[in-house]
């Protein structure tokens, strides 16, 4: 362990996201203590870069930032051997014991309930720096370059995977809330890595969109998961839609509608039985361009669903602008829907607002029955979380969910 006064140059923190008066603030408050400051906005990537050149020795992340949001940054962190025991501190309104235990597993050392006083920040920080918690990171001689090399390798190996058949599918069954027939199934990517074994699509979906190459990983799930149901339907077991994420940048994508028709006239799968997923944070750009885009896909036929909702904050009269089938309620609701009344009252909004749009509504990351008995109850319509099952294999989603007894799950 590193002795009190072993940082013998100047504290430097990186302060990541927030808003900017408030961060001018902060940041005036943390150089009058003699701190060296740098803030930096925009994509882990950015994020990443600025730390390997400014080796700072703790990073904050002031605010505004979702809590998934700051375990991903943690992960992209983690991923480079030069910071990734780069200290994080996290300001966050919610702080509720599962979102807390969730950022402290993704290696933030310190929450803070925000809105954090200048000066509390202050006190954790010297605090943190007396237990000699805090250490120089990245800023040797050629960081930058190593990083930039760790990135490049990674990246030749995410372009080369779908080559190598390293990308796979899983299928997560969707259930009827109240009697527990099987719906549907969200199809999953993922990376089997010659090397690291299966990497987490949060681990190389940002990677494949800052390189655009999610636009081809996106078309082969898409054509995986339409291919596989029609073939399903084939063989004759009970119709069930499949749905498929898309990420902002395929939503961006020019070529989407005719990716999306060639998918379904290539497999031959009737459009009703593909629903779409699009994140609430990908819908919130510029509302007259995403009602277009979301009026010609379902001009197809498909069903489009609002991924992760309720962590983006689009009023009613914005959703009533889409045409939307249904909303899936953030994880981070349902977590601790049983225990939080703000989650509870969160949920039962989002189930009065999807109902009053005649939209179905879909928890998400049920993990115990009295989660699910708790969302059947606030009216949500169907239920998706390895209470049913986690992401399985093609094979044994056939075995499990479609073929044999097991048809209709509790
Ligand atoms: P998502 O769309 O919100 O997918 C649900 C995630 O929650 C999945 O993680 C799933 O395994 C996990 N999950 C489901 N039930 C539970 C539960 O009961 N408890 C817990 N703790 N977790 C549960 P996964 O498969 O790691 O995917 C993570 C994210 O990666 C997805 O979040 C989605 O945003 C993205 N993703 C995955 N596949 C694709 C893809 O093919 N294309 C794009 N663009 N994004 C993808
Ligand atoms: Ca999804
Ligand atoms: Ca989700």
């Known amino acids: 362990m590193t002795s009190p006064d072993s940082v013998s140059t100047p504290l430097r923190i ?50 505004d930032s979702t809590h998934s949001s700051i375990v991903k940054l943690c992960r992209t962190l983690q991923r480079s051997e030069l910071i990734e025991g780069l200290p994080v501190v996290a300001c966050v309104s919610d702080i509720s014991t599962g979102r807390v235990e969730r950022l402290e597993q993704a290696g933030v050392v310190e929450v803070l309930a925000a809105p954090t006083h200048p000066a509390l920040i202050v006190h954790c920080l010297k605090r943190l720096e007396q237990i000699g918690a805090l250490q120089e990171s990245g800023s ?33 069954p969707r259930v009827d809330a109240a009697d527990g027939a099987l719906l549907g199934m969200e199809c999953l990517v993922r990376w089997n890595h010659p090397q690291f074994g299966c990497v987490p699509p949060d681990q190389f979906i940002p990677l494949a969109e800052e390189t655009g190459l999610i636009i081809s990983i996106g078309e082969w799930v898409l054509r995986e998961a339409c291919n596989q149901t029609q073939y399903w339907r ?82 009613l009269s914005y959703l009533k602008r889409f045409p939307i089938d249904a909303l899936k309620i953030d994880r981070s609701f349902v977590d601790e829907v049983t225990t939080n009344p703000d989650d509870a009252a969160i949920a039962t909004a989002i189930v009065l607002m999807g109902h009053s749009l005649r939209l179905r509504v879909v928890g998400e990351g049920v993990e115990t029955t009295d989660q699910q008995t708790l969302l059947r109850l606030l009216g949500c319509d169907e239920i998706q979380g390895y209470l049913i099952s986690p992401p399985i294999p093609a094979e044994r989603f056939e075995e499990r969910f479609l073929g044999g007894r097991d048809r209709e799950v509790a």
Request: glycine share 8%; proline share 3%.
């Open 14 to 63: 990186l302060i990541c996201q927030g808003e900017s008066d408030r961060r001018q603030e902060l940041v005036e408050h943390l150089e009058r203590e003699s701190f060296e400051v740098e803030c930096v906005q925009g994509g882990n990537g950015t994020c990443v870069e600025t730390a390997l050149r400014f080796g700072p020795h703790v990073l904050l992340v002031d605010e």
């Open 140 to 172: 040797q001689p050629g960081s930058m370059s190593r990083w930039a090399s760790e990135r490049a390798a990674f990246e030749a190996s995410l372009r080369e995977a779908e080559q190598r058949g390293e990308l796979a599918v899983c299928y997560q």
């Open 234 to 315: 084939d063989k004759g077991f009970p119709d069930v839609r499949v749905s498929v994420n898309l990420s902002a940048v395929q939503f961006q994508d020019a070529d989407l509608f005719g990716t999306v028709q060639r998918a379904l006239k290539d497999s031959g799968l009737p459009a009703e039985w593909l629903e779409l997923e699009v994140t609430e944070s990908t819908l919130m750009g510029d509302p007259s361009a995403t009602a277009l885009t979301l009026e010609n896909l379902k001009s197809l036929g498909v069903h489009l669903s609002i991924d992760d909702f309720g962590t983006g904050y689009s009023s």
